[in-house]
């Protein structure tokens, strides 16, 4: 009988301590899973404010690459603005260039004119005295300068012999040289003049005139070539304070230019 008191025991024993185990791990591993669940929670919470990040930056990513879309687009735009007005530029430079070359052939061919006037005159006028006739060129224009000894008397417009003769010379060349303009200066000096003439611009006008009706009704050169007009003493070749000076200064300068209508209607292109 004893035996079986000392077992009973062990008996309803044994089964407790197995289900307090049992529950003991089982609670273990509630916990456990709990753990990891909370742990999993909080990595897709983090794995979404990733997304999140993700998406935020794609979406700015978006936008920039739409704005630096429109900014390639506008620039371009800008490029192919630039580029025509590029091209017009470089057009209207061509033209220029080429308005410069036909400018630069008009001025040689105007200097090789006044070059072959200038001799041609020359040779016309070269059997009168030096100090009396003088042929220049200057500006692309010949300077024809006659003096009042060989022109006119003292105080005259009213022209000699012999200025007669160098007129008949100069108005040949003229007559084969149509496309020149003449342009006649009368001067004086600065010597209060007196008699039939008012004063010095009466005097230097009137003599410049004189010239005009020779070369046209003597010599039949076209009026519409020639203008006249007088300077009085007010544009001197030397001092008025000498003799010497005084009579250079008393000239009628005969002024051919080359007419420049051709020019004139290029720069206006």
């Given at each position: ?84 007005t590029l091209q017009q530029q470089q057009q209207s430079l061509k033209q220029q ?173």
């Open positions: 009988m004893k035996k079986y008191f000392i077992y009973l025991p062990l008996i309803f024993l044994f089964p407790g301590c197995v289900a307090n185990r049992v529950l003991r791990q089982s609670q273990l591993e509630t916990s456990n899973l709990r753990s990891d669940s909370v742990q999993l929670a909080n990595q897709i919470i983090k794995l979404q404010d990733d997304m999140a990040a993700l998406n935020k930056r794609i979406g700015n990513l978006s936008n920039q690459n739409s704005q630096l879309g429109e900014q390639t687009a506008t620039q371009q735009s800008q490029l192919t603005e630039t580029e025509k260039q080429q308005k410069l070359q036909q400018l630069q052939t008009l001025l040689a061919q105007q200097k090789n004119q006044s070059d072959q006037l200038k001799n041609k005159m020359s040779e016309a006028l070269k059997g009168f005295n030096s100090n009396d006739l003088s042929v220049v060129q200057k500006n692309g224009k010949v300077y024809v300068s006659l003096s009042e000894n060989l022109l006119f008397p003292s105080g005259s417009a009213v022209v000699n012999p012999k200025g007669v003769d160098a007129l008949s010379k100069l108005a040949a060349v003229l007559n084969l040289n149509a496309d020149v303009a003449v342009n006649i200066e009368g001067h004086t000096d600065s010597i209060p003049i007196r008699g039939r003439f008012k004063d010095n611009w009466d005097l230097s006008t009137g003599r410049a005139n004189s010239i005009v009706r020779i070369l046209v009704d003597n010599y039949k050169v076209d009026p519409v070539r020639v203008v006249a007009s007088g300077h009085s003493f007010f544009d001197p070749l030397d001092t008025n304070a000498t003799l010497e000076g005084r009579a250079k200064n008393r000239r009628t300068e005969i002024i051919l230019s080359p007419k420049l209508e051709e020019m004139y209607k290029l720069l206006e292109i």
